[in-house]
T-cell receptor
Framework: KAGVTQTPRYLIKTRGQQVTLSCSPI?????VSWYQQTPGQGLQFLFEYFSETQRNKGNFPGRFSGRQFSNSRSEMNVSTLELGDSALYLCASSPDYYTGELFFGEGSRLTVL | GDSVTQMEGPVTLSEEAFLTINCTYTATGYPSLFWYVQYPGEGLQLLLK?????DKGSNKGFEATYRKETTSFHLEKGSVQVSDSAVYFC??????????FGSGTKLNVKP
């Protein structure tokens, strides 16, 4: 069974640009959540989607947005990039909303210059 | 609100040493507790879990016991290997809709 796939794995952007990251969950998983990982802040929850609906959102500004498609694939978008957005963005999928067990992808490493 | 606190690293041990990584939590309900591990260049992987008080999770020689009286879920391994070098995250699932992760503890095991 294929794992969680995130693309791109690495990307470099400049301040003010926008970026879109993609996540393909494990087949059959309907819940997808996103986390930002930085050395200073650790893992911070961005948002979680289940069956195309955003069920939870973390404390991030509106520049961070996401969506989930009918095939459970998810994208997150960050607009007007800031230097502080440089981080590893991790996507995790789960079989359903209430299992509490997450399966993580390898992440997308974003560098903002 | 709910939260997880784990010991800061890095923790440096020699091969075959005993490992303990402390984790304590604050929760209003009856959460499930997890340890995740992140190897260099990879995403997080579930290491073990416990869903109720006094449960012991175990995997790959690692163990952790859900202690409600001390609100703790310490990770232990009797004999670490170089391949155990990674970052370990303690996490709490509130059994409803949110995960809370600790800040992570980096483990370095020297041959």
């Amino acid at each position: 069974k294929a794992g969680v796939t995130q693309t791109p794995r690495y990307l470099i952007k400049t301040r003010g640009q926008q970026v879109t990251l993609s996540c393909s969950p494990i087949s059959g998983h309907r819940s997808v959540s996103w986390y930002q990982q930085t050395p200073g802040q650790g893992l911070q929850f961005l948002f979680e989607y289940f069956s195309e609906t955003q069920r939870n959102k973390g404390n991030f500004p509106g520049r961070f947005s996401g969506r989930q498609f009918s095939n459970s694939r998810s994208e997150m978008n960050v607009s007007t990039l800031e230097l502080g957005d440089s981080a590893l963005y991790l996507c995790a999928s789960s079989p359903d909303y209430y299992t509490g067990e997450l399966f993580f992808g390898e992440g997308s490493r974003l560098t903002v210059l | 609100g709910d939260s997880v606190t784990q010991m800061e690293g890095p923790v440096t041990l020699s091969e075959e040493a005993f490992l303990t990584i402390n984790c304590t939590y604050t929760a209003t309900g009856y959460p499930s507790l997890f340890w995740y591990v992140q190897y260099p260049g990879e995403g997080l992987q579930l290491l073990l879990k416990a869903t109720k008080a006094d449960d012991k999770g175990s995997n790959k020689g690692f163990e952790a016991t859900y202690r409600k009286e001390t609100t703790s879920f310490h990770l232990e391994k009797g004999s670490v290997q170089v391949s155990d070098s990674a970052v370990y995250f303690c996490a709490l699932w509130d059994n409803f809709n949110k995960f809370y992760f600790g800040s992570g503890t980096k483990l370095n095991v020297k041959p």
